[in-house]
């Protein structure tokens, strides 16, 4: 076992505060602060996109890109992390290519792989240039998938790369970074590797399935999604590459911040309160009705804030509202994605506007007005990895109502009105139906003030916190550096 804390590099393409546009930003913003904290040096890199702010220029180097040399200019900023023993401040390193990233959004131009292609190549390039030398590498999701196999190409050639182990996290396998073979060559990428035991995914390249072949341990957000990728319903055709690497895959169920997502503390909701103050709660409650137009009542109110894509279950929602509203809730929906889910739930709304509201975009101060302001919290998902969403609800007292899938089935167990156990309500088969039950079953304990207090109380005062969660990350680590034979594995 080591004695002294590791040098870790977490590379990620969205890092809260400086990118977000889900889940994945969340975990590379806090994931950092919680290993820092235990005594690791950890250091972040992510892209420099449009607007980011740092300080000072560290470094620069050409990488070769669709034959051209591209410069990386390295700048510094950090994310602090505070304790109650102190502060400490974890190095990111912002990689800056004015044409692949100076632009109005984040994803979504024609040029991915050769953007990701860049950063990838650059990630690797800057840590020898700054001669940080980790004994992990950390990478998340697609964009940074290709790190791994750029590592062992390297280590042939250079020392510095010499038994560096590699982890790679599954945040959401369906967004798998699939391009056109030429990618490759415009990578510098050899053509040995275009195979179907390589990165070769019909046909094409699959920065995602480079990620899982290549790298030393891997692992997804919790452990029952963990289980569900490797069967051809959740696997999104990389069930059968997941399976040949099951001993190497694992599932950690991520964390939230406990010092940002603080209901005692939070400068973004209207009221701040406590688990031993539930009528500060509800003044959060009112207020969020009067902001959004609704009457203001101690009706029932649900929230929902998510991404409005396929995935979080919005057909079977969608489906089970004239049902749900006709129990006389109210219903708040804050979210933005596919334009048919935006038009149908703005219709719904206008024509229930004494039930609901629903704002279309991402606003991250509503977002936490309406965790605050709930008594229930949606998350029908189909599938959902971990899902931080129930997380943060529980932590404002909003109960969360959820499909039993993923990092939800791991989280969120069903409330028993016999023994009073479970932190939520939870169906399983994905139907409108279902999900009217446990709303249903959810209203009809709010009527019982008392016993819904309870509950409430509960569920603000589990610890979902990175603690506990970045231990498992570290000896996720030392299992990779395990297999580099740099340590000893633990027992
Ligand atoms: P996913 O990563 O699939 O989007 P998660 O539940 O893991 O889902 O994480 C979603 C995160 O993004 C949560 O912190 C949630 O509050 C936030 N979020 C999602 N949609 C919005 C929005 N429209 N405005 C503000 N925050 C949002």
Redesign the pocket.
Known sequence: MLDTGMNILLVSSEVAPFAKT???A?VAGSLPKALALQGNDIRVMMPRYRGIQSHSIVADFPVEVGGRKETCIVRTGYIEAKSDMGTRRVPVYFLDNYHYFDRERYYMFGDEPLRFGFFDKACVAACEVLGFRPDVVHCNDWQSGLIPLLIRERAKENDFWKDVATCFTIH?LRYQGRFPRDVLRQLGIGQEHFHPEGLEYYGDVNFMKAGIVYSDVLNTVSETYAKEIQTPEFGEGLDGILRKRSKDLYGIVNGINYHEFNPKSDPRVYATYDSTDLARKRENKHSLQRELGLPVSDAPLLGL???LVDQKGLDILLAAMPSVLAQGCQFVL???GDKFFEDAFSELARKHPDQMAAVI????VL?QKIYAGSDLFLMPSKFEP????QL?AMRYGSIPVVRKTGGLADTVMDYDGDTGSGNGFVFSEYTAKALENAVKRALNLYSDKDAWQKLVREAMEMDFSWNRQAALYTELYIEAMGRKGRVERPA
């Open positions: 889900g889940g994945l969340d959401n804030v998510s991404r804050l979210g933005t975009g991402f606003n991250g977002a971990c899902g931080l969403g943060i």
